[in-house]
């Protein structure tokens, strides 16, 4: 009996390695679907929106941030910093938290003082999955027909954003 508990502990890293490595060749969602998500959105004075609610005609840049992100917020300063770079782009801030939580680094923010800035809560989380993300903030760039262009997890340059958004 020991021998064959033995055996199966001994096979397990392999099994385990070979369903990981089967699963791999997936590609996650926004890849398999390369247009801005259509999940239902909360703005910060309750209304919801969808991504029809978008402009046409105009890039953009999603923005998945968590509230309490120092990379988030540092982002976020950089861009609101040099949002005038930004001024032929809409930027859809998503939030997986809840609304009151948005609300205040939306306030902190004063993001109320940037007409292309958008920032929305996603409570269901499905936006995590969506595009597969692992660590925030995660930005993905969309052309004028709102097809996916370029996606960035972690921090990321704005000079880099930029050259994404300016092609």
Same mark, same amino acid.
């Given at each position: 009996?020991? &021998?064959?508990? #033995? /055996?199966?502990?001994?096979?397990?890293?392999?099994?385990?390695?070979?369903?990981?490595?089967?699963?791999?060749?997936?590609?996650?969602? &926004?890849?398999?679907?390369?247009?801005?998500?259509?999940?239902?959105?909360?703005?910060? $004075?309750?209304?919801? !929106?969808?991504?029809?609610?978008?402009?046409?005609?105009?890039?953009?840049?999603?923005?998945?941030?968590? /509230?309490?992100? $120092?990379?988030?917020?540092?982002?976020?300063?950089? /861009?609101?910093?040099?949002? $005038?770079?930004?001024?032929?782009?809409?930027?859809?801030?998503?939030?997986?938290?809840?609304?009151?939580?948005?609300?205040?680094?939306?306030?902190?923010?004063?993001?109320?003082?940037?007409?292309?800035?958008?920032?929305?809560?996603?409570?269901?989380?499905?936006?995590? &999955?969506?595009?597969?993300?692992?660590?925030?903030?995660?930005?993905? !760039?969309?052309?004028?027909?709102?097809?996916? /262009?370029?996606? #960035?997890?972690?921090?990321?340059?704005?000079?880099?954003?930029? #050259? &994404?958004?300016?092609?």
């Amino acid at each position: 009996m020991r &021998y064959v508990f #033995f /055996v199966i502990l001994s096979w397990l890293p392999t099994l385990l390695m070979a369903q990981t490595s089967a699963n791999s060749n997936a590609k996650a969602p &926004y890849l398999q679907y390369p247009i801005i998500p259509a999940f239902p959105l909360v703005l910060v $004075d309750g209304h919801g !929106i969808t991504k029809n609610d978008l402009k046409r005609n105009e890039k953009t840049m999603v923005f998945v941030f968590s /509230v309490d992100c $120092d990379h988030c917020k540092h982002l976020t300063e950089e /861009v609101l910093k040099n949002i $005038d770079k930004f001024k032929k782009t809409q930027i859809l801030m998503i939030t997986p938290f809840k609304v009151e939580q948005m609300k205040e680094y939306y306030d902190q923010y004063k993001i109320q003082n940037y007409p292309n800035v958008i920032m929305a809560s996603e409570p269901t989380r499905q936006i995590m &999955y969506f595009y597969d993300l692992h660590f925030f903030p995660g930005l993905y !760039i969309y052309d004028k027909k709102q097809q996916f /262009v370029k996606g #960035f997890e972690g921090a990321a340059k704005l000079d880099s954003l930029l #050259f &994404y958004l300016n092609k």
